[in-house]
């Protein structure tokens, strides 16, 4: 597969006017702004990677009166905090980005999801929302914007369990379908984009969908936030192209001595020293919501797998057997193997169940524990077992 | 044990009476008192006009609307791989010492209560904390000290 070198832009943190965008998609019609971005190739920053246009074209396409445009502000994948910086720094651009999909899908209600542990950043935030309310009324939008905070639940950021948590409930998935932009936020059509994604769409209207799908590669275009932590000597955050090989990004990131990055945080996957090369940073290859972990070779992959099987089994809500028990008996399973209490190829007897999970469980969560499990046991089973 | 005093009718006036408002009427309260207690829940589903389960099984759901009793300063460690990796231990260590409780405790004077949560998004600044709301980052047990005492005098 084709990659690309590393490259670094500026694009989500830049300051602009955003005035001047906002300006513009005023003047455009609501099929001109979705097919700028849907020409531009935009997929979902959050982790799921959806075309953005796609999104906003069936949510623009239902004729409910009511509709709600989501900011996802939970940003509880472990590895990432990227979300938090782009609010902190350029939290107009997010709410332009909002104020746009409002148009573009005719929404005039917009929510920010913020997770809990953000909530020193809310008085900012609001003191910044103010301003831009008045700027983008004087432009002649119609389009309020108002916050909602998390508790403290990773599982929040899954969209219709975030739905669940606005409304007051336990923060517990629904059955899709129905899908959001059918009946999302009380059953009213809705859109629920990542706060990099609505900046995205920001950065595509103002310099065209030509211009910004010069980056990346043809199934990854544009660029990316990576959160980049672990076992670096310049932990960060870093803006780069999409396409990029694992290999360029630890030669440029590495401390010499890695031997896994776990691409994409606990639901993602661990990619171990031999495959770096042939792997692709993208939709092609491994996708991430940016979450990008470095360990070297000082490191246990036991612990690593052991820290995201309490972790998910904390965060599983509950609510369907296959990821609550799932992720109960691969925790245990794990620790049994390592305690000679089973035998190792009781490894292979988890990895089905991590295959049932995938196939049985109802939401995202349940779905992607196999990712790090799998990815882990399969390449580091030795240190699994001694 | 607390009062809620007008708290409750004050955040309902303030968020209104829809189901929707439960979790910041259950987030105003805990941001006074830190934690829930049975009246104030009883109190908020009379207010709403749903059942005391209904308030008690959303509040039990999420991690930070607690519900049994906490200090004033709730401190929550970050346990999730990059900050178990930089030194959680170390922090967890330093802060059972010098608040003499072990996780999940509360200090006798009420002050703090000592606990750990998952991954809060500052893996590249970890080991991490929050203490109520603020973060506190980098972590080394000479940083610990000051913050604690600083927090005792506060
Ligand atoms: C368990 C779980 C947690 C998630 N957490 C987040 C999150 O914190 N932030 C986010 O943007 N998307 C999160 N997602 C993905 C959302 O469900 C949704 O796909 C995304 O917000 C859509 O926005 P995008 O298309 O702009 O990426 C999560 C999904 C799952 C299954």
Redesign the interface.
């Known amino acids: 597969m084709e990659t690309k070198k590393i490259s670094k832009v500026d694009l989500i943190f830049e300051h602009i006017d955003p005035r001047e965008v906002l300006t513009k998609a005023y003047g455009m019609t609501r099929d001109e702004i979705i097919d700028e971005i849907l020409e531009s190739g935009l997929k979902g920053r959050g982790g799921a990677g959806f075309p953005t246009g796609m999104k906003w074209k069936l949510c623009s396409e239902e004729k409910e009166k009511t509709k709600y445009i989501i900011c996802n502000a939970d940003?509880?994948?472990?590895?990432?905090?990227k979300d938090?910086e782009i609010l902190d720094r350029v939290a107009y651009k997010v709410y332009a980005g909002m104020t746009i999909a409002g148009k573009a899908v005719g929404a005039k209600k917009g929510i920010i999801y913020l997770?809990?542990?953000?909530?020193?950043l809310l008085p900012q935030l609001r003191m910044q929302l103010d301003g831009f309310l008045k700027m983008s009324n004087e432009i002649g939008y119609d389009f309020e914007i108002d916050f909602?905070?998390?508790?403290?639940?990773?599982i929040c950021g899954e969209e219709s369990a975030l739905f669940e948590?606005?409304?007051?409930?336990?923060?517990?998935p629904r059955n899709k379908p129905p899908y959001p932009t059918h009946s999302g936020l009380?059953g009213k059509p809705t859109v629920v984009n990542n706060v990099e994604t609505l900046v995205n769409s920001v950065i595509i209207l103002k310099y065209g969908s030509k211009k910004y799908k010069q980056m990346g590669t043809m199934f990854s275009t544009g660029a990316k936030v990576f959160?980049?932590?672990?076992?670096t000597p310049i932990?960060?955050?870093y803006e780069l192209e999409l396409g990029m090989s694992l290999l360029e990004f630890v030669k440029e990131f590495g401390d010499g001595d890695t031997k896994a990055v776990q691409v994409g945080g606990?639901a993602g996957f661990c990619v171990p020293r031999k495959l770096f090369a042939s792997t692709v940073i993208g939709f092609e290859g491994v996708p991430t919501g940016g979450s990008m972990?470095l360990f070297n070779s000082s490191?246990s992959m036991y612990?690593?797998l052991h820290?995201?099987l309490e972790?998910f089994t904390?965060?599983s809500?509950g609510q369907c057997t296959p990821c609550r028990v799932g992720c109960q008996q691969l925790l245990r399973g794990v620790e049994s193997v390592k305690k000679r209490e089973s035998k190792s190829t009781y490894l292979n007897e988890l990895v089905k169940l991590a295959d049932t999970m995938k196939i049985a469980s109802k939401c995202g969560l349940g779905q992607s524990v196999g990712n790090a499990f799998k990815s882990i046991v399969e390449n580091f089973r030795e240190e699994i077992i001694y | 044990m607390y009062q809620t005093d007008n708290l409750v009718k004050d955040l309902v006036e303030k968020h209104g009476r829809q189901r929707d408002s439960l979790m910041p009427i259950l987030q105003g309260i805990v941001e006074k008192h830190n934690y829930l207690t049975d009246e104030a829940m009883v109190e908020v589903a009379q207010e709403l006009d749903i059942s005391a389960a209904e308030v008690y099984g959303t509040a039990s759901f999420y991690s930070f609307l607690d519900t049994e009793p906490r200090g004033k300063y709730v401190i929550r460690v970050c346990k999730t791989i990059t900050c178990a990796m930089k030194g959680k231990e170390e922090v967890i260590e330093a802060l059972e010492d010098i608040l003499k409780i072990k996780v999940g405790g509360t200090t006798s004077n009420g002050l703090f209560t000592l606990l750990e949560t998952n991954c809060m998004g500052w893996c590249h600044k970890a080991p991490a904390m929050l203490i109520n709301d603020i973060p506190y980052t980098e972590l080394t047990r000479e940083k610990i000290i000051k913050i604690i005492k600083d927090y005792m005098h506060k």
């Open positions: 940003e509880g994948e472990p590895g990432t905090f938090r997770r809990g542990e953000y909530k020193f909602r905070l998390g508790s403290g639940a990773y948590s606005i409304e007051g409930k336990r923060g517990e009380f959160s980049v932590s672990g076992d932990p960060g955050i606990a972990k490191r612990n690593v820290n995201y972790f904390e965060e809500c």
